[in-house]
């Protein structure tokens, strides 16, 4: 499979790049849409989503460089080179909640509501993300027989021919969680038109949803980041579903009319 799309000269454009990019595209128009209706402003959208997309990148991308030191520390000129693969979710998701909460507690907005709003069009930007790692040979599975990939049926062929990496058949790990994350994108958007859904319980479902996920995607993934003899990625995941359990819990508990996701209300915001 060949990672780039096209080139203009010498510079080349890569299907990794061209997909994140869509992604992020979709997802803004996405979260606008949404946003609206709670009469929150464009410019208030645009600017969140501008600068949490720059530290999430960062951050996937540091959070990537930091387990593999010992390839980057002998290729320094390669750490920047992000259109090339090597952005880890985990690492994005930790900056991007972080830009978040701090760009909302500036303006005043509710960050419930707000990574409510935003972990919908998340999952399927995951969805179509993962695409990346397919035509990057990325996020592959342990060695398995031809026919077993056949015999899965819900593999389409041209996966199955690119999954022969390194001398064997893999299991396309990318292709299961891009399933999952569309699947949950489905689920949350019937969530939302709950009556009764309570602010950050479609965030606390995400976290469960994804963690429980790639927890399991990542017993059979082959190129995982390691810390030690551990899979950092299924500590994280554990994290993440206690968090989620966490919030869902605490949600619950409150009278059935508090903080309700579906409450219109005038935001100021004070830029």
């Known amino acids: 499979m060949n990672p780039v799309a096209f080139s203009i000269g010498n510079f080349e454009i890569r299907w990794y790049s061209i997909l994140i990019a869509i992604a992020v595209i979709i997802s803004y128009f996405m979260i606008k849409s949404e946003c609206r209706k709670f009469q929150i402003k464009n410019e208030f959208v645009f600017n969140l989503m501008f600068w949490t997309i720059i530290f999430g990148i960062i951050g996937a991308r540091l959070y990537y460089v930091l387990f593999n030191l010992d390839y980057y520390s002998n290729h320094l000129m390669e750490t920047v080179q992000i259109w090339k693969g090597g952005l880890a979710i985990h690492g994005g998701l930790a900056f ?4 978040l909460f701090v760009y909302c507690k500036k303006y005043g907005m509710r960050v419930g509501k707000i990574l409510d709003i935003v972990v919908v069009p998340l999952l399927l930007a995951q969805a179509i993300g993962r695409w990346g790692n397919f035509f990057n040979s990325e996020a592959y599975g ?11 049926k819900i593999i389409p062929q ?22 999952w994350c569309l699947l949950g994108f489905i689920v949350t958007l019937f969530l939302r038109r709950g009556k009764y859904l309570k602010e950050s319980q479609i965030f606390g ?36 579903v206690i968090a989620g359990i966490i919030v869902e819990i605490i949600q619950a508990q409150k009278p059935k009319l508090d903080d309700l996701y579906n409450r219109v209300e005038v935001e100021e915001i004070r830029f």
Do not use: Q
Request: avoid cysteine.
């Open 205 to 240: 479902f995400y976290l469960i949803w994804y963690g429980v996920a790639r927890f399991v995607i990542e017993i059979f993934r082959a190129d995982s980041l390691m810390l030690g003899n551990f899979k950092i990625a299924r500590i994280v995941s554990v994290a993440m």
């Open 158 to 179: 041209f996966v199955i021919d690119n999954m022969y990496i390194d001398g064997a058949y893999r299991l396309p790990m990318f292709y299961f969680e891009s399933l």
């Open 96 to 99: 991007g909640l972080i830009t």
């Open 142 to 152: 342990s060695i398995v027989e031809y026919n077993t990939l056949i015999n899965l």
